[in-house]
């Protein structure tokens, strides 16, 4: 809230992107980390130098079947976050199928395939896509991400709507080589509670959990790190029973809500 002017802003007023018509689709984001703008006629002079990018550790095209892998569950752990966040998320035309520009990051004076969405991609990356449908509807249909006013942070007198949390629960690593973290959204009722499971390490890393309300058990609704079309859980799960840790996988994220025991 403090980078909005007045009473009446709103977290819908914020537009949430990882990428956007300018620089990297998000499939190139995670596979270069330098543009390649040659074909727009600048001798690669346009185009912006900060990408902010990944190549997963191969510059463009390759034949590994794991650096796919890898770049498919980085692509779908950036897709869950931007619809976990809070706020109005913009997603990049063809990036929920997985389209490439080849590195180019300013093609706005193409006409062709840089710039053309390439449909057949639905069909080739259906699984891609089908990803982005599931969780999207879960998303939507949770309360605390269809609120709109600012999130409240927990303290240690008030719980508030957003708690941090670490490998260990109510401990967040902020340590400038943690490359791991968990968030709790908290709804006014315990209804709807979410829990987001964030490793980015190069190694498994194992999390306990915070404990749920009274009652209630913790469900995996969407694991990055699974394989498709196993990843975005829409069936009832079993629940997660309290303590327990769970294991990521590298580069995995992991969302687990709250449900009512059933007797």
């Not at 997963?56 to 752990?77: A, K, Y």
């Not at 897709?79 to 998320?89: E, K, N, Q, W």
Request: proline residues 7%; charged residues 25%.
């Amino acid at each position: 809230p403090d980078l909005f002017n007045g009473a009446q802003a709103r977290p819908s007023d914020s537009i949430n992107f990882v990428t956007c018509h300018d620089g990297f689709t998000l499939r190139d984001l995670v596979s270069y980390e330098k543009k390649d703008n040659t074909e727009n006629g600048e001798n690669n002079r346009d185009g912006s130098d900060n990408n902010i990018s990944w190549n997963s550790g191969h510059e463009g095209p390759g034949d590994d079947p794991q650096l796919e892998i890898l770049r498919q569950r980085r692509v779908r752990n950036f897709i869950t976050l931007l619809l976990f966040s809070h706020g109005t998320p913009m997603l990049l035309a063809g990036d929920e199928w997985g389209q490439s520009r080849k590195g180019n990051n300013n093609p706005w004076c193409l006409d062709n395939e840089r710039n053309w969405l390439d449909w057949n991609l639905a069909d080739r990356n259906e699984d891609l896509l089908r990803f982005v449908q599931q969780t999207a509807r879960l998303a939507n249909h949770l309360p605390i991400l269809a609120g709109d006013r600012f999130w409240r942070a927990t303290t240690p007198d008030h719980e508030g709507d957003i708690t941090w949390h670490g490998l260990q629960p109510n401990r967040p690593d902020w340590s400038v080589g943690s490359r791991h973290l968990a968030y709790e959204l908290i709804s006014d009722t315990d209804s709807g509670r979410v829990l987001v499971l964030l490793n980015a390490e190069t190694s498994k890393q194992e999390f306990i959990p915070v404990a749920p309300p009274e009652g209630q058990r913790w469900h995996i609704v969407v694991n990055t790190g699974a394989q498709a079309p196993n990843e975005v859980t829409a069936s009832e799960t079993s629940p997660h029973p309290i303590g327990a840790p769970l294991t990521l996988d590298s580069h995995t994220v992991m969302v687990l809500i709250c449900k009512p025991v059933r007797d």
